[in-house]
């Protein structure tokens, strides 16, 4: 499975954007990129998602690089629900788009201050 | 529409018994993942369902095997339990498809082995 890297943690002011990290320089061509998070006491929860072009939603915008070696989520105005792990993930749909294993790194631990 | 359940919430074991526990996904999701979450290891993929086959899995012993029933509800067991399976259970379920991205987590089983 291709690899991702993001830091440790992060720090943010409510109501400021947040930047989110990701580094995936194995990736390969039918890599999806997926982001989830998990709130402190509950299964992770899905974000967002992409492949080359950057992607907005209700919760977040991807912005993805061209090469697709790296991409951030960007939260527009961090609130205290926010807190959380993020995790990257590359999802390979090779082969028809059956594979719904999940690759989970450390993620990053987003700490929002009021 | 009600989200991903799991059952029980919270279980405690002794070493060397076996465990099975239950996750019922959401209305009309065919796909049912497994997930064990560890505060060393982090989140990893256990296996996934589909249509009553197991469809991938991960890197874990045979001890730990699951099924998924016609009604898509799935079990998972883990027989001659050791300490080090102390964990939180979580289950997954999608819909079935190439644009099918999300999957949907329930809250987890916390199992605890003694």
């Known amino acids: 499975d291709a690899k991702t890297t993001q830091p440790n943690s992060m720090e943010s002011n409510e109501e400021e954007p947040v930047h989110l990290p990701c580094n995936h320089s194995?990736?390969?061509?039918?890599?999806?990129i997926h982001w989830y998070r998990q709130l402190p006491s509950q299964g992770p929860e899905y974000v967002i998602h992409?492949?080359?072009s950057n992607v907005n939603n209700r919760m977040a915008s991807l912005a993805i690089a061209e090469d697709r070696k790296s991409s951030t989520l960007i939260l527009h105005r961090a609130t205290l629900r926010d807190a959380a792990v993020y995790y990257c993930?590359?999802?390979?749909?090779?082969?028809?788009?059956?594979?719904?294993?999940?690759?989970f790194g450390k993620g990053t631990l987003l700490t929002v201050n009021p | 529409k009600a989200g991903v359940t799991q059952t029980p919430r919270y279980l405690i074991k002794t070493r060397g018994q076996q465990v099975t526990l239950s996750c019922s996904p959401i209305?009309?999701?065919?796909?049912v993942s497994w997930y064990q979450q560890t505060p060393g290891q982090g989140l990893q993929f256990l296996f996934e369902?589909?249509?009553?086959?197991?469809?991938n899995k991960g890197n874990f012993p045979g001890r730990f095997s699951g099924r998924q029933f016609s009604n898509s509800r799935s079990e998972m067991n883990v027989s001659t339990l050791e300490l080090g399976d102390s964990a939180l259970y979580l289950c997954?379920?999608?819909?079935?498809?190439?644009?099918?991205?999300?999957?949907?987590f329930g809250p987890g089983t916390r199992l605890t082995v003694t």
């Open positions: 992409g492949l080359t």
């Open positions: 997954a379920s999608s819909r079935v498809g190439t644009q099918n991205y999300e999957q949907y």
């Open positions: 369902y589909f249509s009553e086959t197991q469809r």
């Open positions: 993930i590359l999802r390979d749909v090779g082969g028809g788009g059956s594979n719904y294993k999940l690759t």
């Open positions: 209305s009309g999701h065919r796909s």
């Open positions: 194995t990736i390969s061509g039918t890599d999806y």
